[in-house]
T-cell receptor
Framework: GAVVSQHPSWVICKSGTSVKIECRSLDFQATTMFWYRQFPKQSLMLMATSNEGSKATYEQGVEKDKFLINHASLTLSTLTVTSAHPEDSSFYIC????????????FGAGTRLSVL | ELKVEQNPLFLSMQEGKNYTIYCNYS?????LYWYRQDPGKSLESLFV?????AVKQEGRLMASLDTKARLSTLHITAAVHDLSATYFC?????????????FGQGTTLQVKP
């Protein structure tokens, strides 16, 4: 099956710094990439939809200036958590989807962010 | 309001026993997805159910979909410890064919020897 690489898998940073998370589809061109956030023992919440070459669409309640998304190519999307605070600590998961495989969404391994 | 609700949220069972996880949803989606998540890991796709009456089986897990009742079930047969994980169901957020999903709360399954 398709592989989505997410990097880094774990990051610890100081409050106020910015962190960039990369999501790459390794063997297919993803029409769309999604970014989810998961707090401990909770479900996945969709944060934003990222389409190549266009602005990301954010879900209600997600600050677009806080969570910057760039989708520069059909194989790479990045999520930058700007001026991170402890409440941003969470598990972030990306997924890649293409119209050619509508039924399947491929998930990255996730990034655990801990903000001190 | 879009909702996906799983029941139960936590399930502790003995090896060898059978049990069913239920997933109710409020959208008119014809597709339903089941995923498995191990602690600290991402999601592993288990089943994609594409239409009313769809039934899929893989090993000790069997999933079914009733779109009229907006209900999917994940049945576990003769559970083994390796099945311990959190299971999520998800449906498409309308309009469909965009890839956007809404997830249930997850059911944490603990299988005891």
């Amino acid at each position: 099956g398709a592989v989505v690489s997410q990097h880094p898998s774990w990051v610890i940073c100081k409050s106020g710094t910015s962190v960039k998370i990369e999501c790459r589809s390794l063997d297919f061109q993803a029409t769309t990439m999604f970014w989810y956030r998961q707090f401990p023992k909770q479900s996945l919440m969709l944060m934003a939809t990222s389409n190549e070459g266009s602005k990301a669409t954010y879900e209600q309640g997600v600050e677009k200036d806080k969570f910057l998304i760039n989708h520069a190519s059909l194989t790479l999307s990045t999520l930058t958590v700007t001026s991170a605070h402890p409440e941003d600590s969470s598990f972030y998961i990306c997924s890649a989807w293409t119209a050619l495989a509508k039924n399947i969404q491929y998930f990255g391994a996730g990034t655990r962010l801990s903000v001190l | 309001e879009l909702k996906v609700e799983q029941n139960p949220l936590f399930l502790s069972m003995q090896e060898g026993k059978n049990y069913t996880i239920y997933c109710n949803y409020s959208t008119t989606s014809d597709r339903l997805y089941w995923y498995r998540q191990d602690p600290g890991k991402s999601l592993e796709s288990l089943f994609v159910l594409l239409s009313n009456g769809a039934v899929k089986q893989e090993g000790r897990l069997m999933a079914s979909l009733d779109t009229k009742a907006r209900l999917s079930t994940l049945h576990i047969t003769a559970a083994v410890h390796d099945l311990s994980a959190t299971y999520f169901c998800a449906v498409d957020i309308p309009p469909s064919n965009t890839g956007k999903l809404i997830f249930g709360q997850g059911t944490t399954l603990q299988v005891k020897p």
